[in-house]
């Protein structure tokens, strides 16, 4: 009896083992899974340099995230992430948050795309603070995070494809601080309040105004969604409550078309100087009218063509920077003819599917 129960033990002990062993092989295996060399390098591309796109050593799968898809900024930077993966032969698994406040629903996507064994994690985050728990448990994984257009507050993103916004704000002071010449109020639609790279550029336009235009008055300041809609519904207020107002800045030109919009039902879009930045198609219209006075260009379809060479470089083992800083040229209606368009937009008709 004796020897059958350590036989039952024995027999029990090695199933045991082999479920381990089975369970660890679904698991990534550690941190040196896809190693990824990172050099403390900050890269600014050049508005008129060509892509080298890299070859593959093999099909990567990888897991891409925005925050949000209602806006013109992020269909044509989607456009460029999926035509570039294509391009490349890499499969993309994309996920949308929906909303920069559903922060809970792209902490989970991260977290599923952990389990589904992606080769690297390419991630605009809804929020700069709320994403970090989840990028660290998917770092802890193995699973390389980089970032495109907005990024996580946390050492685990190894590189970035961004902006530089806080210079996107500062080129909107600028130009609002001499059209105005250096008097009168301004209103700021900030957009997301979560968002790293619109508190940024929102840091950038106030640091410009204090320190170089001291006589321009802040006399409005709104959080919101960077969609026509809701820009429209805050412009609406605010142009109610202050009758005096000469400019206003905006994050993204989606919300630039929304406060045009609501200037012009009230007749007021004579008297009042409207910024913004992302240079989408839908908005050249409202520039060609003096609608729009300014858009700083985001490149977004080059920033996602950059995002996933970026990527499939770290893949392959070739050393990338800790950040690649797209072009960002300001635009007005005299310099629209001279913008290259497939650095910009998706084609015409194209959605995402």
Known sequence: MKRKSISVFLLLLVIATVGVLVWRSNLPSGPTRNKVVVTNAVVHVDENASLQDPKPIRRYKIGVLFPFLASPFWVNEAYGILDQAKKLN???????????????????????????HVDAILLAATSATGTVPAVNR???LGIP?????????????????IDDDVSIGRKQGEFMGKVLGGQGQVAMLDGPAAAD????????????????YPGIRIVAERYGTPDRDDALRLTQDILSANPNLNGIFTVADGMAMGAADAAVAAGRIGSITITT???????????????????VDENPV???????????????????????????????????????AAHQWAPPGWTLH
């Open 145 to 161: 995070v980089f970032a495109h257009v907005t990024s996580s507050d946390t050492g685990k993103v190894l590189s970035s494809v």
């Open 90 to 116: 890499v499969d993309v698994v994309w996920l949308s948050a929906d909303g920069y406040d559903n922060i809970a629903k792209q902490n989970s996507q991260i977290e599923d795309l952990a389990v589904q």
């Open 138 to 140: 998917a770092s802890s």
């Open 197 to 212: 790279w619109s508190t940024r550029r929102v840091r950038g336009f106030k640091d410009v105004l204090a320190q170089e």
């Open 277 to 295: 930045a992302s240079f989408s198609r839908e908005a050249v219209p409202y520039m060609e009218k003096g609608l729009i006075k300014l858009n």
């Open 302 to 340: 080059l920033m996602g063509r950059l995002s996933i060479n970026n990527v499939v470089n770290g893949l392959n083992g070739t050393p990338v920077p800790q950040i690649i800083y797209v072009p960002n040229p300001a635009i007005t209606a005299q310099s629209l003819r001279s913008v290259d």
